[in-house]
């Protein structure tokens, strides 16, 4: 498939990627159109992106996403054979294998970080699993319920989108297995700490503009004890310090999940101060 557009929000980087897209812009044979803004996070990125497209399908992916052969097609087929406005299309996106080294924690993490393990064995996928790593829809669809521009970070300003159209009936999202993007994002574990806290910040804003969906959140034994380490975190950041010590001998797991959703507990718990 070659008959596509593509479009780039450089969001205020500053590590030479203006420079490379002006080289490719110059020696490929893609349509490419580059768009330039002061760093203002992603919702604002897409939304400028979205207000730009021609086309009235658009695909989303990520500055970290490659593009698998197939994937372009697999979402258009999609919608060819779902002409409707509310359909959605979720991609799988998956690490790749070719520009990084996959280590234990990556390869335990890719579960934790999303869920496409239990939507390929056939989960229904819900607001939740709204990722922009790799979703389609029908442009018009996207104009009419922008990205909340207050989300300045790389968390839950997709979920928020999510969760809006999913209330006012506007969507049915359809997981796509076949339509694959590979992921480029070297992570350790004490990276992946400092994105849950992160989303946890990010998690109460959306409550807050939301309040509604927090009585869908699960309040289980085991939230409750990540809830407990939130709310210490000279301790918490003992218990990570050492987890991360032993992170060769000490094979990812419950221990190391719990650490994860305690400093998502931690963030959401210090943005209300």
């Given at each position: 498939?070659?008959?596509?557009?593509?479009?780039?929000?450089?969001?205020g980087?500053t590590?030479?990627t203006?420079a490379?897209?002006?080289?490719?812009?110059?020696n490929?044979?893609?349509?490419?159109?580059?768009?330039?803004?002061q760093?203002?996070?992603?919702?604002?990125?897409?939304n400028?992106?979205?207000?730009h497209?021609t086309?009235?399908?658009?695909?989303?992916i990520?500055?970290?996403i490659?593009?698998?052969p197939?994937?372009l097609?697999?979402h258009l087929?999609?919608?060819?054979?779902?002409?409707?406005?509310?359909?959605?299309?979720?991609?799988?996106?998956?690490?790749?294998?070719?520009?990084?080294k996959i280590?234990p924690?990556?390869e335990?993490?890719?579960e934790?970080?999303?869920?496409?393990?239990?939507?390929?064995?056939?989960l229904t996928p819900t607001w939740q699993?709204?990722?922009?790593?790799?979703l389609?829809?029908?442009t018009r669809?996207?104009r009419?319920?922008p990205?909340?521009?207050?989300f300045?970070?790389?968390?839950?300003?997709?979920?928020?989108l999510?969760?809006?159209?999913?209330?006012r009936?506007?969507?049915?999202?359809?997981?796509?297995?076949?339509a694959?993007a590979s992921?480029v994002?070297?992570?350790?574990?004490?990276?992946?700490?400092?994105?849950?806290h992160?989303?946890?910040?990010?998690?109460?804003?959306f409550h807050?503009?939301?309040?509604?969906?927090?009585?869908?959140?699960?309040r289980?034994?085991?939230?409750?004890i990540?809830?407990?380490?939130?709310?210490?975190?000279?301790?918490?950041?003992?218990?990570t310090s050492?987890?991360?010590?032993?992170?060769?001998?000490l094979?990812?797991?419950k221990?190391?999940?719990m650490?994860?959703?305690?400093?998502?507990?931690?963030?959401?718990l210090e943005?209300?101060?």
């Amino acid at each position: 498939m070659t008959d596509f557009d593509v479009l780039i929000v450089n969001d205020g980087s500053t590590d030479g990627t203006e420079a490379a897209l002006a080289d490719i812009r110059e020696n490929s044979s893609l349509h490419l159109q580059v768009l330039h803004q002061q760093n203002s996070g992603p919702a604002r990125a897409r939304n400028w992106a979205i207000a730009h497209v021609t086309t009235e399908i658009c695909l989303l992916i990520g500055d970290d996403i490659l593009a698998t052969p197939n994937l372009l097609d697999a979402h258009l087929q999609f919608h060819r054979a779902n002409p409707d406005n509310k359909a959605v299309g979720l991609g799988r996106t998956q690490w790749d294998t070719v520009h990084q080294k996959i280590t234990p924690f990556m390869e335990w993490y890719e579960e934790v970080q999303f869920d496409y393990g239990r939507l390929t064995a056939g989960l229904t996928p819900t607001w939740q699993h709204f990722y922009t790593s790799n979703l389609s829809f029908k442009t018009r669809l996207f104009r009419a319920n922008p990205f909340d521009e207050r989300f300045k970070a790389a968390a839950w300003e997709d979920i928020e989108l999510g969760f809006r159209l999913a209330d006012r009936d506007q969507m049915h999202l359809t997981f796509l297995p076949n339509a694959i993007a590979s992921h480029v994002h070297p992570t350790t574990f004490l990276q992946a700490v400092r994105r849950m806290h992160t989303l946890g910040r990010s998690q109460r804003q959306f409550h807050q503009i939301w309040p509604s969906a927090r009585d869908i959140a699960v309040r289980d034994i085991k939230t409750k004890i990540c809830t407990i380490l939130g709310a210490r975190p000279l301790l918490l950041d003992i218990l990570t310090s050492s987890v991360d010590r032993l992170s060769g001998p000490l094979k990812p797991g419950k221990l190391h999940a719990m650490l994860l959703r305690s400093h998502q507990q931690r963030g959401y718990l210090e943005s209300n101060q």
